[in-house]
């Protein structure tokens, strides 16, 4: 657990606090239901954004995202997230799940805008409670990992060369012996970028800039920056 708690941890974030979003939204559609419908903002952005930009929407502009890094990060135990949760299948079982749930609702919501609010405000509370659950029993990020909506963004996101101007990739060069896995145990979203050592196109599932120190090195997780980092095992080109 030791190692754990070393790696896995709470760590600063940069930009806004945007989590006040997500509980303004709670507050306020409890009392203005209609107010449930800026519920669209959310799943179409992070899709729509993939496109050009990958996920992310995920790592520095979703409320509930930003909500998981800058509180329940300082409280969450760290523990590794089930591998589980990552497959392809639970992840298509989530999407189906919880748009099936969501096209029932809307059905019968029809026709009244405080009605078909609701609908999207009830969603929104109940996997905001899953996933502040999961954060106490895993790591903050655990609901990130099967997100419909993240689903749906990586499904769409580039995946192959050339990369739409300005979409950033994380490279690991050949010579990662992928002893450590640092860049893995520094990550809040636990994600391996090792895997892609040597590929062209490189680690495409990164949501934001994110730094700690580790050892002798201090590793920067980012989309928006060229950082060249020098280890004594291996050398990680982050861009």
Same mark, same amino acid.
């Given at each position: 657990? #030791?190692?754990?708690?070393?790696?896995?941890?709470?760590?600063?974030?940069?930009?806004?606090?945007?989590?006040?979003?997500? &509980?303004?939204?709670?507050?306020?559609?409890?009392?203005?239901?209609?107010?449930?419908?800026?519920?669209? &903002?959310?799943?179409?952005?992070?899709?729509?954004?993939?496109?050009?930009?990958?996920?992310?929407?995920?790592?520095? &502009?979703?409320?509930?995202?930003?909500?998981?890094?800058?509180?329940?990060? !300082?409280? #969450?135990?760290?523990?590794? &997230?089930?591998?589980?949760? !990552?497959?392809?299948?639970?992840?298509?079982?989530?999407?189906?799940?919880?748009?099936?749930?969501?096209?029932?609702?809307?059905?019968?919501?029809?026709?009244?805008?405080?009605?078909?609010?609701?609908?999207?405000?009830?969603?929104?509370?109940?996997?905001?409670?899953?996933?502040?659950?999961?954060?106490?029993?895993?790591?903050?990020?655990?609901?990130? #990992?099967?997100?419909?909506?993240? #689903?749906?963004?990586?499904?769409?996101?580039?995946?192959?060369?050339?990369?739409?101007?300005?979409?950033?990739?994380?490279?690991?060069?050949?010579?990662?012996?992928?002893?450590?896995?640092?860049?893995?145990?520094?990550?809040?979203?636990?994600?391996?970028?090792?895997?892609?050592?040597?590929?062209?196109?490189?680690?495409?599932?990164?949501? !934001?800039?994110?730094?700690?120190?580790?050892?002798?090195?201090?590793?920067?997780?980012? !989309?928006?920056?060229?950082?060249?980092?020098?280890?004594?095992?291996?050398?990680?080109?982050?861009?």
């Amino acid at each position: 657990m #030791s190692g754990q708690k070393r790696f896995h941890r709470h760590f600063p974030v940069k930009g806004y606090p945007l989590y006040w979003i997500i &509980i303004a939204y709670l507050v306020i559609g409890y009392f203005y239901p209609v107010v449930g419908l800026l519920a669209l &903002i959310c799943m179409v952005g992070p899709v729509l954004t993939s496109v050009w930009k990958g996920r992310y929407w995920c790592g520095n &502009i979703c409320p509930r995202g930003n909500f998981f890094d800058r509180v329940l990060s !300082r409280y #969450s135990p760290h523990r590794p &997230i089930p591998a589980f949760v !990552r497959t392809v299948g639970f992840r298509v079982f989530m999407v189906c799940l919880i748009f099936t749930v969501f096209g029932v609702q809307m059905y019968f919501a029809w026709g009244d805008w405080g009605a078909m609010g609701r609908v999207f405000w009830n969603i929104i509370l109940v996997t905001s409670v899953v996933a502040v659950v999961l954060a106490f029993i895993y790591a903050p990020r655990t609901w990130c #990992s099967f997100c419909p909506m993240g #689903s749906l963004s990586a499904l769409v996101a580039p995946r192959k060369s050339p990369l739409p101007a300005g979409y950033k990739a994380v490279h690991v060069d050949n010579t990662c012996q992928m002893k450590c896995k640092s860049c893995a145990r520094v990550c809040p979203m636990q994600l391996t970028p090792y895997d892609s050592r040597g590929q062209e196109t490189g680690y495409l599932d990164m949501l !934001r800039q994110e730094d700690a120190e580790t050892g002798n090195a201090t590793y920067w997780f980012s !989309r928006n920056q060229l950082t060249r980092i020098q280890n004594q095992q291996y050398l990680i080109l982050y861009q």
